[in-house]
């Protein structure tokens, strides 16, 4: 071994945001404000499961807000009592089903629906055993999530500005 020569470092690649699952056409990897510059993995995977997070509940959001106009619970006097749209949320008896709802959120995502530093932010196995989860479809739910963002978003601003539940903004009503 000579002297004065270390060995060098191995060289590691820095991550690349752009170069995850979800940086699509046409916009690609979107991030004007550098809020997730390259190398900051920590970062990146934090927001990405916020945004699985939120896209995951506004999907289901958006389809709640549309079909409670026609699907009713037959207790606690949701039939007659209960406004269709995003005011029911405030409203005895249905405050109490949000309350109910709230808690049961908060505990599967405290307790069951942790991210796991091993996994790809968001991944919470197959827990149905589909074996849909690849490329594909981990594509399709950001797309579909990133939309569902907006379309919730539409829905209630435009239920809070016109006094039009969704199925009336639709013309289902």
Not at 12 to 18: H, V
Request: charged residues 20%.
């Amino acid at each position: 071994k000579k002297e004065g020569f270390k060995a060098l470092p191995k060289q590691t690649r820095p991550f690349y945001p752009a170069e995850q699952v979800g940086a699509l056409a046409p916009l690609g990897y979107f991030d004007p404000l550098n809020i997730c510059p390259p190398g900051n993995e920590g970062n990146f995977r934090f927001l990405r499961a916020a945004e699985l997070k939120h896209g995951r509940v506004t999907m289901l959001a958006s389809v709640g807000l549309i079909s409670q106009c026609f699907i009713k619970f037959p207790f606690w006097g949701f039939q007659t009592e209960v406004a269709n749209g995003i005011q029911c949320v405030g409203q005895i008896p249905a405050a109490y089903g949000t309350f109910i709802l709230v808690v049961a959120i908060s505990i599967m995502e405290l307790l069951v629906w942790t991210d796991n530093p091993r996994r790809e932010p968001g991944n919470f196995g197959d827990p149905l055993g589909f074996n849909m989860y690849n490329e594909d479809m981990r594509n399709r739910e950001l797309n579909n999530g990133r939309f569902a963002m907006f379309a919730t978003a539409g829905i209630i601003v435009a239920e809070l500005s016109t006094g039009k539940d969704a199925a009336q903004q639709l013309g289902l009503a």
